[in-house]
């Protein structure tokens, strides 16, 4: 196996490369993936699943599976912030504040009415068997653990790998068309010389995987996360980590900071006590220890998501502090975005130039997470001064927590002036257009000089439209007795999906006529504004109101469900611009199309 050829090589069987693996696997791209590593992350790290990444899960047959392991939404739909979880001093174990978060409470109308399911809540530990387990179903030779690349070189044809079984030793070579570089910036990246621009490493954290049953100090069934912040000045986080969830949960994932150059005893007694000193929880409650891991958050991106027949993703091209949760999002949206461009172009279906727009498209949209996140973890800033923390003056820090929680008018005030102040703190737990609003400026888009929507600078307020490089909206459908997603339409392969308005005869015409020029996969789906015996109608009305088009217009979508170009109305030259608009997507000239 060692010895062998693929038309894609993946390094990395991280959270990254598995679903890459996966979505490769549905686009019938045969890859090899190899992993140092002996097995999937045993640590709970990444956690927070949100709704995009779960539509793109939907799509691919995977959401089912991470929705019965994950948090059901009523198990975290509050952030909580304390002043210590246990605790019997006057300042221990009180309410700072408590936050609704990610469709729960009063952001719940939004976030149903956006988008197919909730997000969800399912730690690295146990998203990455999961993982795993559906790219050996569709791959069952296709990966490699505990197999190092140790070298690559690329040519005009393609990569050539040396790869090491690091159980045996033996040493064998990959020969790729594409190389993917999935493996956490550990190597692929700095290979090709690729700068990562951006900022960070200034201070550690320490997170600690632990068990213990919280139930009697925990804020409630609904809390997901509970901040700590001390009149001691010491700030730490503890994330619900299941398998059971809310107060019934096991497992938990204390983070905290430390200053870079700061030692941290990782022994598991001198661990236990600084959770219980954090915490301040009690010394008979039994606290047994998985996993003790520390890094450094940054905020880069790379310079360049492809260098010839290398392309990176993930970890390997941006890295963000864990604030907003969009690191392993992002990354689950790179492949699924690159997934069915390999597909085409190793097909012969495109040209070489729509690889290119895997960049183009993507690193802005890693850009802007990377800079969200630390507008988030800035913010903290701003809630811990409302506290009054006074940061090296610990005596300050604990007489202006005295006065904030005092039963005085002076407390009453300084309460509701820091109530205003964590409000702001939305951008990062109510953040719904940044997780689903991203959008391809340039691409494998065909603009049509449409504005976009308006923004909303604290990140919430989503507008769908079916606006070219969008994520087609959300909207059920009725399709026979069952009720289906617009996203349903798109199937887990490499096909476009051309929806049409009822009046479709022009467009049914035109899409066989350029499927056959292009040898594209292109299916016609007309949704009807009434009843109907075996098609699609809206039922509810909802595409209606986001479609963006006439009852003869149509909406192309790509197989990554954003919108690639739309036709408010079919006019007299439908065929023609439909044709054209796939050439220019496809970027192949007439005779590689036809095959003449």
């Known amino acids: 196996m060692l010895d062998t050829e693929v038309p894609v090589l993946v390094v990395g069987g991280g959270g990254c490369g598995l679903a890459a693996s996966a979505f490769l696997s549905d686009a019938g791209v045969g890859h090899l993936v190899v992993e140092r590593r002996e097995s999937t992350s045993v640590l709970p790290r990444a956690h927070y699943l949100n709704q995009r990444t779960m539509e793109i899960f ?65 730690p690295q ?84 995987h632990f068990s213990a049953d919280l139930s009697q100090w925990w804020g409630g069934d609904a809390v997901l996360m509970t901040h700590i912040v001390s009149p001691e000045g010491e700030v730490s986080v503890v994330v619900a980590s299941g ?31 600084r959770v219980r000193e954090l915490l301040k929880l009690p010394e008979e409650l039994e606290i047994r220890i998985h996993h003790v891991s520390e890094y450094r958050p940054e905020a880069v991106v790379a310079e360049s998501f492809r260098v010839g027949r290398v392309f990176l993703a993930g970890d390997a091209a941006h890295r963000q502090p864990p604030a907003a949760g969009g690191g392993l999002n992002t990354a689950v949206q790179d492949v699924h975005n690159l997934a069915w461009k390999l597909a085409a172009v190793l097909d012969g279906r495109a040209g070489d130039a729509l690889l290119d727009t895997y960049e183009s498209e993507r690193l802005p949209a890693a850009a802007r ?9 800035r913010n903290y800033g701003s809630l811990f001064a409302s506290l009054g923390q006074a940061p090296g003056r610990p005596e300050a820090t604990r007489a202006g927590f005295q006065e904030l929680l005092s039963d005085t008018p002076i407390g009453e005030t300084r309460r509701a002036v820091a109530r205003e102040v964590f409000e702001t703190q939305r951008i990062e737990y109510q953040a719904h257009d940044i997780e689903l609003g991203y959008h391809y400026a340039s691409g494998a888009v065909l603009p049509d000089g449409t504005p976009p929507p308006p923004r909303d600078p604290m990140g919430a307020t989503y507008h769908p439209l079916t606006r070219p490089g969008h994520r087609l909206p959300h909207a059920w459908l009725r399709h026979g007795g069952d009720r289906v997603s617009t996203h349903d339409l798109i199937g887990a392969g490499t096909g476009f999906v051309l929806i049409t308005g009822p009046l479709s005869e022009a467009w049914e015409i035109a899409a066989k006529k350029a499927a056959d020029a292009r040898r594209a996969a292109l299916t016609v789906i007309p949704v009807e504004s009434r009843p109907s015996a075996s098609g699609y109608w809206d039922a509810e009305g909802t595409w209606a109101e986001v479609c963006g088009i006439g009852e003869d217009g149509a909406v192309l979508v790509r197989p990554d469900q954003h919108v690639a170009w739309r036709s408010t109305h079919a006019g007299p030259l439908a065929d023609q611009e439909l044709d054209a608009a796939l050439r220019r997507l496809f970027d192949l000239p007439d005779s590689a199309a036809t095959g003449r």
Do not use: K
Request: glycine share 14%.
């Open 58 to 122: 939907r799509q691919h047959g995977i959401a089912e599976d991470v929705y019965r392991a994950g948090a059901p939404l009523a198990n975290m739909s509050e952030i909580a912030w304390y002043t210590s979880l246990g605790g019997d001093g006057p300042l221990d174990g009180r309410e700072l504040h408590r936050m609704d978060a990610f469709g729960g409470g009063s952001t719940a109308a939004p976030y149903a009415a956006d988008s197919t399911g909730p997000p969800t809540n399912l």
């Open 125 to 208: 530990h146990r998203l990455e068997p999961l993982l795993r387990r559906h790219a050996e179903r569709r791959a069952p030779a296709g990966l490699l653990f505990h197999h190092e690349m140790e070298e690559f070189t690329q040519d005009e044809d393609g990569v050539t790998a040396r790869i090491t079984d690091r159980s045996t030793g033996e040493t064998g070579t990959v020969r790729a068309r594409y190389l993917l570089g999935a493996d956490g910036g550990r190597g692929v990246g700095g290979s090709l010389g690729v700068p990562m621009d951006g900022a960070g490493g200034g201070f550690t954290i320490v997170s600690v």
């Open 243 to 273: 398998p059971r969830w809310g107060l019934a949960s096991d497992e938990w994932a204390l983070h905290f900071r430390v200053p870079s150059g700061t030692a941290v005893d990782p022994g598991t007694e001198a661990i236990t006590a």
């Open 369 to 377: 997470n990377v800079s969200w996140s630390m507008a988030c973890l």
